[in-house]
């Protein structure tokens, strides 16, 4: 029996598109602009490429005139054919895979499909960077590909970066997670696989990434509030330590080549027309190198439904001077123009706009004629069967095992011949690659992936997700009391949760839950309940039936989940993967409103808080679960006891006693505060496997809490030890946030803990001197 899907399957999966190769002519599109054989405009400054970038972009500029200016604010920006420049859509998506989401990306032809990583919530869980980085390559290959050949855009406005507060909101499966530290470092991965890894300056993109919704952005529509009319009112200590973390690191470390506001108004005013989000914080204490892009038609909600102002030339003004360079949508094309002959907005601040959008388009070589380092990309490198085998390794990682009674899983091929096979998504495609997907070079549903190992019989039981009936449960208790084992495959799709669709419940859909009771009662064999969901789901009462043997959570795991799916049932795979994600029980969202912003606990007024660094009520699941088929040990072999902190005497807060004094980040030597600490973690199983060390800080303040500072992805073969260091930098990793957003680092004893057992102090004394900061 062959359980390995990177030969066969693949080699299937890949007929069509190696037909449609053979067939594809690799000068399909024409140059963007700067065509060799357009003599009137070849030998212009903007198209020669040994000049500097600026220099090329201001030429350019200088030769529009105001309405050829005004007609590149939008998406699909207009060709200046006098000059030789093509049209453009800037719109293309790229979440996890090239995306048929937005009109910049086309299958079809040469190109039918490409590679359907699992969804980001489901890749967040593997806790691997490095996975996350490759993945980024692989998609912008496919993306380079695509454009080269007619099919894609080079902007591609992932990832989506915004926190899951809320288990309700419908996108939580298109974000890293709940943590801000897990969710900064995965846009600073996926952004450099996507980009090519360039850094500031002028340097090259191959494609170029979007980090969005900016900011505070994480409500849809919940209880006759939607996203277009939502005023977000956030603290300046949450948008610091929560909702911008992120963003900041996309520019500042991830180098993202964009950034989206979101619909939504920040504490009364829109984010898309805010300067100090945009012009002040984005472009002048970031520094970001790229342009600001709204998210679709944001200026014209502005305008139109949130009534920000009077009159539409006003509403293109605004947005501009705050900061906004590009519009996904057709308003600053109608109404800019007026705004500048009105004196609203000057022609240099159009410019200036200009000069963001065109500089990206630059560094991505559009102006460079038809050559380049990725001008050889084509059909032949889009669903390659090494790039197939990363989606199945992706999902493998992602998958989390929440529960295993008795060492149920692993199912044994010998010993489970028959397995039953029920529930809604038993033989899931399409659910699998949830929202913002494109079209997959193939599927493995779950039951194809179990019939590789095990006779399957299979039955729904439910039709569809939503499960409105009992009706078929009878048969499906039939088929699990003849088999070996069963296997229900439950959960949501994009019926129950996703853009525009917040959740209401989080409970599983329907008669799901009777049918997961009614299927275990009549099993003769261990019961696995297999989840696929976005966001969490009060699953209390399986967790707690003994009959229900073993519950995996595999999100969206993409084209190739089943397959995964059925390698870890069987124990091709150990499951490695940890929930980057608290599951509240359903009484939670009894007492949270999806408007309350708050992400820190006010036992006043009954409030209890969101996530697990400010939430410490029940929970079904909490942040970081997840076990392996193998044990591991971990031991802090060297770390720091004691860390002095260079500080001028006047940046010092607090009294005279050292330990209450709390040092600003801006006033100390951050470059000098790096903090190693050797880890060993051990495999004492019998099985190879992968372990996910999770490093958490508790400052000093007594009202502090946990929180996430490091983690790493380790591979351990059974019986063997490896050494891991982490380094974590106080300024970055160690800080508290104020009232005013304003970041310190406390005098005294942190407590840095690996994993749930072991804890290391740390203490902090401040060296008055005098130092350059």
């Not at 453009?88 to 079809?108: D, I, M, Q």
């Not at 007619?150 to 499966?173: E, H, K, M």
């Not at 080549?257 to 979101?262: D, L």
């Not at 009894?590 to 929970?619: E, I, L, S, W």
Request: glycine share 10%; with cysteine.
């Amino acid at each position: 029996m062959n359980h390995k899907y990177s030969s066969s399957t693949i080699f299937i999966l890949n007929i069509v598109l190696v037909i449609h190769a053979f067939a594809y002519s690799g000068d399909s599109r024409p140059p963007f602009a700067c065509d060799p054989a357009n003599a009137g405009t070849r030998n212009l400054p903007f198209c020669k490429a040994s000049l500097p970038i600026h220099v090329r972009v201001q030429d350019l500029i200088k030769r529009l005139t105001l309405q050829e200016k005004i007609r590149l604010l939008v998406n699909n920006a207009a060709p200046v054919e006098r000059l030789g420049v093509n049209g453009y859509e800037w719109w293309s998506e790229a979440l996890h895979g090239v995306s048929s989401t937005g009109p910049g990306v086309k299958f079809g032809g040469a190109f039918p499909g490409a590679t359907s990583f699992p969804q980001v919530i489901t890749t967040a869980a593997s806790f691997n960077a490095s996975l996350w980085e490759q993945i980024g390559q692989v998609v912008s290959d496919e993306g380079r590909a695509m454009y080269n050949g007619g099919a894609a855009g080079l902007t591609f406005w992932s990832p989506n970066v915004n926190i899951l507060r809320d288990p309700r909101w419908g996108r939580c499966q298109e974000t890293p997670g709940e943590d801000p530290h897990l969710v900064a470092q995965y846009a600073i991965s996926y952004v450099k696989g996507l980009q090519g890894g360039g850094g500031r300056g002028t340097s090259r993109l191959k494609v170029a990434a979007c980090c969005k919704h900016y900011t505070a952005y994480d409500l849809d529509d919940w209880n006759g509030v939607d996203r277009y009319h939502f005023n977000a009112k956030v603290s300046r200590q949450d948008l610091e330590d929560t909702y911008n973390v992120p963003f900041k690191a996309c520019v500042v470390e991830g180098n993202v080549a964009s950034v989206m506001c979101s619909y939504n108004q920040i504490n009364g005013k829109p984010s898309c027309a805010d300067p100090t989000l945009l012009r002040d914080t984005i472009r002048a204490q970031w520094r970001l190198n790229g342009y600001i892009v709204s998210d679709c038609d944001s200026v014209g909600v502005l305008f139109e439904q949130q009534h920000y102002t009077r009159f539409p030339e006003d509403a293109a003004a605004a947005t501009i001077k705050a900061g906004l360079d590009l519009d996904c949508g057709p308003f600053l094309a109608i109404h800019t123009e007026k705004a500048v002959r009105t004196g609203k907005v000057s022609e240099m601040e159009v410019n200036y706009a200009l000069a963001n959008t065109i500089t990206v388009q630059m560094r991505l070589g559009m102006f460079d004629g038809p050559n380049g380092p990725y001008a050889n990309l084509g059909p032949r490198d889009v669903c390659t069967p090494a790039h197939q085998q990363l989606a199945l390794q992706a999902a493998r990682e992602g998958i989390v095992l929440l529960k295993n009674i008795g060492r149920a899983l692993p199912l044994s091929p010998q010993r489970h011949r028959t397995v039953a096979v029920i529930g809604p998504n038993s033989d899931a495609t399409v659910t699998m690659i949830g929202n913002y997907a494109g079209v997959p070079c193939g599927y493995i549903s779950p039951l194809q992936g179990i019939a590789r190992y095990a006779r399957t019989v299979h039955q729904h039981g439910c039709m569809g997700v939503a499960c409105p009936g009992n009706q078929q449960f009878g048969v499906a208790e039939v088929a699990a009391r003849h088999a070996d084992a069963t296997v229900l495959v439950m959960g949501l799709d994009q019926s129950i949760e996703a853009e525009a669709r917040d959740r209401v419940s989080l409970l599983l859909p329907g008669y799901q839950q009777e049918l997961i009771s009614r299927v275990a009662m009549a099993s003769r064999g261990p019961v696995v309940l297999v989840l696929m969901s976005g966001g969490p789901i009060d699953v209390t009462f399986a967790k707690n039936d003994p009959r229900v043997s073993a519950i995996l959570w595999v999100g969206y795991p993409g084209q190739a989940g089943g397959a995964a799916i059925a390698d870890v049932l069987f124990g091709a795979a150990n499951p490695g993967g940890k929930l980057p994600m608290t599951w509240y029980p359903q009484d939670y969202v009894a007492k949270v409103a999806m408007t309350n912003m708050d992400m820190r606990a006010d036992p006043a007024r009954g409030y209890p808080g969101r996530t697990y660094r400010f939430y410490k009520g029940p929970v079904v699941f909490p942040f970081g679960a997840g076990f392996s088929y193998t044990r591991f040990s971990q031991s802090i072999v060297s770390a720091p006891a004691i860390v002095s902190v260079p500080t001028l005497i006047h940046s010092l807060d607090g009294n005279s006693t050292r330990k209450k004094l709390a040092v600003r980040t801006t006033h100390t030597n951050c470059d000098s505060l790096n903090l190693n600490l050797h880890i060993n973690v051990k495999n004492t199983g019998d099985m190879d496997g992968t372990h996910t060390l999770l490093i958490f800080s508790t400052p000093p303040p007594a009202n502090a809490t946990k929180q996430l500072v490091a983690f790493e992805k380790v591979h351990v073969p059974a019986g063997a030890q490896h050494r891991v260091n982490i380094n974590i930098n106080a300024c970055k990793h160690l800080t508290v946030a104020d009232q005013f957003g304003i970041r310190r680092i406390f005098m005294g004893e942190h407590k840095i803990h690996v994993g749930e057992d072991i804890n290391h102090s740390i203490t902090f004394h401040a060296s008055l001197e005098q130092i350059k900061v």
